[in-house]
């Protein structure tokens, strides 16, 4: 166990929804980061967030966003869905943020979304 | 930040040593290389890091070579509980961009009872 919680574990929507996933980082650690993870595109970083700022974006649709509270848990907001959102998301998180080496990133189970 | 080559799979039999290589033929000076692994069905989990010299921790080895163009990730004695895809990825300590990582194909580890 990672520490690192994300909920649900599995969501089903159909096409042009709207869902959001949440995710909460072990205790103490301020950095979030989020993943899309498909058949064919692998491991993909989307964005990260550190104490509550965006800190760096990856490959993330204009329909996606995401946003970081106060108490530091996480959601990525996914909307006008499309049959190729379909992934998985993983959420992990990191004591800080300034790409030190000590800098482990801790994965979530991560939420399965199958868009139909 | 610098490319991965990983072979897409390998496999070993039970309690043997295992050699997961990864080229990286344009790492920079400042790049350190980060060993993560996944699991079925579970989220990428870390392995190893290192610079220069080789590393050892509970989980595994790290032996990278002196002009640091590659590096093998040694599992000392497979189980059953190693098979998973491996990920060597690069990151840069001087980018102030974040922290994120790129993950390539990995190597996807099968282990023979």
């Known amino acids: 166990d990672s520490g690192v919680t994300q909920t649900p574990k599995h969501l089903i929507t159909a096409t042009g929804q709207r869902v959001t996933l949440r995710c909460s980082p072990r205790s103490g650690d301020l950095s979030v980061y989020w993943y899309q993870q498909s058949l064919d595109q692998g491991l993909q970083f989307l964005i990260q967030?550190?104490?509550?700022?965006?800190?760096a974006k990856g490959n993330i649709l204009e329909r996606f966003s995401a946003q970081q509270f106060p108490d530091l848990h996480s959601e990525l907001n996914l909307s006008s869905l499309e049959l190729g959102d379909s992934a998985l998301y993983f959420c992990?998180?990191?004591?800080?943020?300034?790409?030190?080496?000590?800098?482990?990133?801790?994965f979530g189970p991560g939420t399965r979304l199958t868009v139909l | 930040d610098a490319k991965t080559t990983q072979p897409n799979s390998m496999e070993s039999n039970e309690e043997e040593p295992v050699h997961l290589p990864c080229n990286h033929s344009t790492i920079s000076g400042t790049d350190y290389i980060h060993w993560y692994r996944q699991l079925p069905s579970q989220g990428p989990e870390y392995v190893i890091h290192?610079?220069?010299s080789n590393v050892n921790n509970r989980m595994a080895s790290l032996a990278i070579a002196e002009d640091r163009k590659s590096s093998t990730l040694i599992l000392h004695r497979a189980t059953l509980r190693d098979a998973a895809v491996y990920y060597c990825?690069?990151?840069?300590?001087?980018?102030?961009?974040?922290?994120?990582?790129?993950f390539g194909t990995g190597t996807s580890l099968t282990v023979i009872p």
């Open positions: 992990a998180s990191s004591v800080g943020n300034s790409g030190r080496w000590a800098d482990t990133q801790y």
């Open positions: 290192g610079l220069t």
């Open positions: 990825i690069l990151r840069d300590m001087k980018r102030n961009t974040g922290n994120q990582f790129y």
């Open positions: 967030y550190y104490n509550g700022e965006e800190r």
